[in-house]
């Protein structure tokens, strides 16, 4: 076939079994929701529907026994998606940089974006109830099409489940769709970096 594909974008669709750690972190979860003041401010002064402890909250991993449990399973999951694509790591290992918690209420959502100064980014997910809104994957090579007419593939949409971790590299744009969720969707967030 004269027609082949280079440079693919890879992406990591995996499932953490462990349902007492699932039940752990959505503990954690709405525990930090209700008492992170700051994260709280910051998700209102922000437009954002729900609370993230993004900008509020650095050392979930040393703070919560089940945000550590996480990392743990996490770290494998990184690093067994830096090997599938080819990451030459020098003998190093990609090391978590930030972790957030994000309880999504109805007809929340999270524009489009990528992570900047991070080398591979994902998310975990806790609840995800029915309407909940998909992670919205863009082709990269989008802004460079210019004079290119339509094609499948330019937006994927991956709906995750409780206990799904998806992994992507940071430079991947993607959005979080908005959530018809009558409850609320509760996913944790995380970059690694090199």
Not at 126 to 149: F, H, I, N, Q, T
Not at 159 to 173: D, N
Request: proline share 8%; net charge neutral; glycine share 8%.
């Amino acid at each position: 076939m004269p027609t082949r594909p280079l440079f693919p974008t890879m992406f990591y669709d995996a499932a953490i079994d462990a349902p007492d750690l699932l039940a752990d972190l959505h503990d954690s979860c709405l525990s930090l929701a209700a008492g992170d003041a700051a994260g709280r401010r910051w998700s209102r002064e922000n437009g954002y529907r729900g609370y993230t402890s993004y900008a509020s909250l650095d050392d979930l991993p040393l703070r919560d026994p089940a945000f550590a449990d996480l990392k743990r399973h996490l770290d494998r999951h990184v690093a067994a998606f830096a090997r599938d694509v080819g990451m030459d790591l020098a003998g190093k290992r990609l090391r978590l940089d930030s972790l957030w918690v994000n309880v999504m209420k109805s007809g929340g959502t999270h524009s489009g974006h990528l992570h900047p100064h991070s080398t591979v980014s994902g998310t975990f997910y806790v609840a995800v109830p029915p309407g909940s809104g998909a992670l919205k994957l863009e082709d990269p090579r989008l802004p460079m099409m210019m004079a290119a007419p339509q094609r499948d593939g330019t937006f994927v949409y991956m709906k995750p489940h409780p206990g799904t971790v998806f992994l992507w590299e940071s430079w991947l744009r993607h959005e979080v769709m908005p959530s018809a969720a009558k409850d609320a969707r509760i996913s944790i967030s995380f970059n690694y970096r090199w």
